[in-house]
């Protein structure tokens, strides 16, 4: 009797430990995937509100420049020299700065790297929408999508209008690398467009080339992804990447 008491007891036991056990790996999964959860949205709000911080901050500052540009119409005395300098003391201010320039009211640019006029061009009649957003469309300024420069860079033109007695003198632009627009976060991440085109990342991953690639075609999966945190495993391991 005792015999068949102390079996049934363990059988019981058994029952129990195997439902605690498995309510236990039910609860740590489920807290497991919603620390996943929070620590994912916390680092793409950070990563988010940082880059859109400093886009604010940059249009203002070009804002900024074009009101102390010591440039005052195409009827007023221009001293080229003066001009050089002080967008030369622009462009070496920031290191994500590529070019620093202005067009006047005609279309014709004026470039820190040109070390000058820019001969045979014309920002009107090339349609360069940092010029036209301001001049045409009225703008109090303008940041570009992300494109490829002729460095191979992915950059943005941000620009301002040249403003002279409340009348328009000309634009103010600047090209910057979006690679230096962000601080390291300590985390890995990539900023890509719409369309999965890469635009911006984290210094460990810019040096894998991932920059001005496709995250669809690095990494196929991807295309299913939703809202929900994904843990993507590298080939031939069980473990998250």
């Known amino acids: 009797m005792v015999k068949k008491i102390s079996l049934s007891f363990l059988i019981v036991m058994l029952v129990l ?27 793409v709000s950070v990563v988010s509100q940082t880059f859109e911080s400093n886009l604010e901050d940059t249009k203002s500052m070009i804002q900024q420049f074009a009101f102390l540009l010591p440039y005052y119409g195409t009827d007023a005395p221009f001293n080229e020299s003066r001009m050089l300098r002080v967008l030369d003391r622009v462009h070496s201010a920031n290191p994500a700065f590529i ?8 279309g014709t640019p004026f470039s820190a790297l040109s070390k000058g006029w820019v001969k045979d061009f014309n920002v009107i009649e090339m349609q360069r929408e940092w010029f036209l957003a301001i001049s045409a469309k009225g703008n109090t300024s303008y940041i570009s999508a992300p494109y490829v420069s002729n460095t191979g860079e992915r950059v943005i033109s941000v620009s301002a209008p040249i403003k002279r007695s409340g009348q328009l003198v000309g634009v103010f632009g600047v090209d910057i690398t979006l690679s230096e627009l962000m601080p390291e976060f300590g985390v890995e991440f990539a900023i890509t467009t719409k369309d999965g085109e890469i635009v911006m990342a984290d210094a460990s991953t810019r040096e894998t080339g991932w920059v001005n690639k496709n995250i669809y075609d690095l ?5 299913t992804l939703t809202n929900t945190p994904y843990l993507y495993k590298a080939e031939g391991s069980d473990e998250p990447y």
Do not use: C, G, M
């Not at 430990?17 to 680092?43: G, M, P, R």
């Not at 070019?99 to 005609?106: H, T």
């Open 17 to 43: 430990f195997l439902v605690a056990l498995t309510s236990a790996n039910h609860y740590l999964n489920n807290w497991k995937w919603e620390n996943i959860q929070v620590n994912n949205d916390e680092v």
């Open 99 to 106: 070019d620093v320039y202005f067009a006047d009211i005609n």
């Open 219 to 223: 990494r196929p999966n991807f295309t």
